[in-house]
């Protein structure tokens, strides 16, 4: 079955630089690729998320890329905010879509004043 | 409109005393999901409803976990002894579409503490 690694497990910037998440997936198979953030004592939420058939997204400060030769995708958080300390979710499925999502083991995030 | 909802939000046992969780789904989600989430790491699927079917049930440790979704809305998932190793936070999560990779909406959590 699919396996998700996550790396980093933690990852402190300065509020306004950058932030980069990286996942690597074993299912040559999966096709949808979903970025989740979970706040303290919530759940996880959607922040953004790509299919195989592109190599790139994004959405206003968030980016998501694929790498599908090597089997890797990326988050990229420009111009920190502290709202955006919590904790990342990667996952990957395959062709039964999100019914068979894999999570990656996650990072923390934390954006420094 | 309402996101999902979960009860109780804590719940502290003694090991072996039963223990469940409810989830109510957001109106008009068929599909809907229970995950296990230990300290530190990501969501685990212990069981996938499509109505009142259960379509995957194979990470459920049957022995002692047991799941309904009896009208295809609201739904129970049961743990019959508790273990000290169940201590985790139970994640129900809705969504609109089988088949169809999309987004997961997820309740806030049921932490169970097993003393």
């Known amino acids: 079955g699919e396996n998700v690694e996550q790396h980093p497990s933690t990852l402190s910037v300065q509020e306004g630089d950058s932030a980069v998440i990286k996942c690597t997936y074993s299912?040559?198979?999966?096709?949808?690729f979903p970025w989740y953030k979970q706040e303290l004592g919530k759940g996880p939420q959607l922040i953004i998320d790509?299919?195989?058939?592109?190599g790139e997204k994004k959405d206003q400060r968030i980016a998501v890329t694929l790498n599908k030769t090597a089997k890797h995708f990326s988050l990229h958080i420009t111009e920190t905010q502290p709202e955006d300390s919590a904790v990342y979710f990667c996952?990957?499925?395959?062709?039964?879509?999100?019914?068979?999502?894999?999570f990656g083991q996650g990072t923390r995030l934390t954006i420094n004043p | 409109e309402a996101g999902v909802v979960q009860s109780p939000r804590y719940k502290i046992i003694e090991k072996k005393q039963p223990v469940a969780f409810w989830c109510n789904p957001i109106?008009?989600?068929?599909?809907l999901y229970w995950y296990l989430q230990n300290l530190g790491q990501g969501p685990e699927l212990l069981i996938r409803?499509?109505?009142?079917?259960?379509?995957?049930d194979s990470q459920l440790p049957k022995d002692r976990f047991s799941a309904e979704r009896l009208k295809g809305v609201d739904s129970t998932l049961k743990i019959q002894p508790a273990e000290l190793g169940d201590s985790a936070v139970y994640l129900c999560?809705?969504?609109?579409?089988?088949?169809?990779?999309?987004?997961?909406?997820f309740g806030e959590g049921s932490r169970l503490t097993v003393l």
């Open positions: 999560a809705s969504s609109l579409a089988a088949g169809a990779a999309g987004e997961l909406f």
């Open positions: 299912d040559s198979a999966s096709n949808y």
């Open positions: 790509i299919r195989s058939n592109v």
């Open positions: 996952a990957a499925s395959g062709v039964q879509g999100a019914q068979k999502l894999v």
């Open positions: 109106s008009g989600h068929n599909t």
């Open positions: 409803y499509e109505n009142e079917e259960a379509v995957d």
